[in-house]
């Protein structure tokens, strides 16, 4: 088992419970939320901008773990029928820009970051806005290092599923 | 030097590079060229991720999911088959109706084909239905709940087009039920002509059976009602189904343990997470396009071409197919509304109207030969040779397309409910 991997493996597993932590309280306060609202006319202030973020952290957590699965949505008409060797050699092409690319959303997500703890606006209990915006490039760093990783990932670890068999799964 | 970019990102999206890669790469390559800098594409990401509908998504997605791992689909269809099995063809319609509601309810059309399929083939081959019958009705029931709510592909359009929500639940309801209606109708005939023998009604059946279900009886209620009364907000209405789900199939039924929750949280998340990435990487290049009237410009060609209305709607029709064959309906819905709804406006075609057009197209094309999704799932799970699949396929697919031809001309049966 490589190393790297090993590491993966590990932040796969907090990734889970974290999202499994958040999105029990988004479930539990957006439901809060409407009890207090239609059956007691009153609401939390910050109820809805929390669920909101929520939303925001467990779609980006998603997203990563997405990645790690191979499930993000893709349309790979010309892997189709392609000779499992051509197809090898062009996925990894393909998941070295994709690594590319995430690497340069999370500088994008950095400089989004500083300009906001610039601005200094804040959002629910007094928490500076750019708080809840580090998953962002937290999580486009992780896609960086998932797709590096999977273009990288030596010969005898790579799994051979078809496109088709793995949507179907 | 742009043109070459472009082309290799074209060479990269239909190679497997994921749909939210390329819309990144294309946004980040067009705010290079503006001089504009890069933070822009992330602020609107982020203004995306912080909307109510998209609390909605992810609290119908996780609803979905639930339902999709207990037992409800079986005592939805045993439900159904207590009250109209004794109808000639009983089975089939039950075929029809459970898995539409099924698809409305989880909004991925392969589960349906999966979870739904695998109890009803073998119920409907029991049952003495003929066997490419029934293989044909499992594969193309599928995709059958698209336009019903809460459908995730309803939503997304609905966030891609800037329209309302509730008006294209509306909008949907009446294409929709025609829909059931006249494949209800192929299949009694299909099942008279095949002499399949009827079951008798008991009552005793019915009561048992709606006792069984009497916890997800009022889950259409719940979706639908907060919905159409306008008593909720769409994601109120999430919020309510996911929190009346999670007790109704964790703690009455205990179909799902504790334990295997966050197994579904994960898989449900992974969805939600894939399409609203997709989403916020394409809202930056959809605002250029819009920003570069490349819609208009694509129209003044399209209009020198084609005069009316109804021309464009039939090649509109086509293209989508084909596009719906290829695509997986959320990246189509991403990819196409933005450059097609500023034409098909200037055509003088209501947005409502042709979101429903949208939504049905991409539905039948997932189940198109030869490539449609729909068939390989299919043929995965019943295996069975892709060509049977196809050949099965075809009299529901003809079906289809007659109903495609009403819903695109007949825009009262769209626009009916929200005048």
């Known amino acids: ?169 | 030097m742009i043109f070459f970019a472009i082309l290799v990102l074209v060479f990269l999206m239909f190679s497997g590079a994921p749909l939210f890669t390329i819309f990144s790469g294309l946004t980040l390559l067009l705010l290079f060229t503006g001089q504009i800098d890069s933070s822009a594409m992330i602020i609107e990401m982020y203004r995306l991720a912080t909307t109510p509908i998209l609390v909605a998504i992810l609290l119908f997605t996780f609803a979905g999911y639930l339902l999709s791992e207990s037992k409800a689909p079986r005592r939805l269809i045993g439900l159904t088959d207590a009250v109209l099995g004794w109808l000639p063809g009983g089975l089939s319609i039950i075929a029809l109706l459970t898995c539409a509601g099924f698809t409305a309810l989880t909004g991925a059309t392969g589960l349906t084909i999966i979870a739904m399929g695998g109890i009803l083939l073998p119920a409907l081959l029991r049952g003495r239905y003929p066997e490419a019958f029934s293989l044909g009705l499992v594969t193309n029931s599928g995709t059958l709940g698209l336009l019903f709510p809460p459908s995730l592909p309803i939503i997304v359009y609905a966030v891609v087009s800037k329209l309302s929500i509730n008006q294209l639940f509306l909008a949907g309801l009446l294409p929709g039920l025609l829909m059931v209606l006249l494949l209800s109708l192929f299949s009694v005939q299909r099942a008279v002509a095949a002499q399949v023998p009827r079951t008798r009604f008991h009552r005793n059946r019915v009561s048992r059976a709606v006792r069984d279900a009497l916890w997800e009886l009022p889950l259409p209620l719940v979706v639908l009602g907060g919905v159409y009364s306008g008593f909720f907000a769409v994601s109120e209405a999430a919020a309510i189904t996911a929190v009346y789900v999670l007790i109704v199939e964790v703690v009455i039924y205990r179909d799902i343990p504790w334990t295997q929750l966050p197994q579904i949280m994960r898989k449900s998340m992974i969805l939600v997470g894939g399409i609203l990435i997709i989403l916020g990487s394409a809202l930056g290049f959809t605002n250029y396009l819009i920003d570069a009237e490349v819609p208009m410009k694509m129209f003044d060609l399209i209009k020198a071409h084609i005069g009316s209305p109804f021309l464009f709607l039939l090649l509109l029709n086509v293209f989508l197919l084909i596009v719906g064959c290829l695509m997986d309906i959320f990246s189509a819905l991403i990819v196409v509304v933005p450059l097609i709804t500023p034409v098909a406006q200037a055509y003088g075609i209501d947005p409502v109207h042709l979101g429903i057009i949208f939504l049905t197209n991409l539905q039948i094309g997932a189940s198109t030969p030869p490539v449609g999704m729909n068939l390989f799932i299919s043929s995965l799970r019943f295996e069975q040779p892709m060509v049977k699949i196809v050949r099965v396929s075809i009299p529901f697919i003809l079906l289809l397309l007659v109903i495609l031809a009403i819903v695109t001309y007949v825009p009262w049966l769209s626009l009916a409910l929200i005048r």
């Open chain 1, 1 to 169: 088992m490589d190393r790297w991997e090993q590491i993966d493996r590990e932040i796969d597993r907090a990734e889970g419970i974290l999202l499994v932590l958040l999105l029990s309280l988004m479930i539990g306060t957006a439901f809060l939320q409407i009890v207090l609202r239609n059956l007691f006319a009153t609401g939390l202030a910050w109820g809805d901008p929390l669920v909101r973020n929520l939303v925001v952290w467990v779609g980006f957590i998603g997203a990563a773990l997405a990645t790690r699965e191979g499930k993000h949505i893709t349309i790979d008409l010309l892997l189709r029928g392609m000779p499992q060797r051509t197809r090898g050699v062009i996925e990894r092409l393909t998941h070295l820009f994709s690594s590319v690319i995430c690497g340069l959303l999370t500088f994008a997500a950095i400089k989004f970051i500083r300009n906001e703890a610039l601005m200094g606006s804040r959002t629910f209990w007094e928490i500076p806005t750019w708080v809840p915006g580090l998953i962002l490039p937290a999580t486009f760093a992780l896609m960086t290092f998932r797709f590096g990783l999977r273009a990288f990932k030596p010969l005898s670890l790579q799994t051979h599923r078809t496109s088709e068999q793995s949507k179907a799964l």
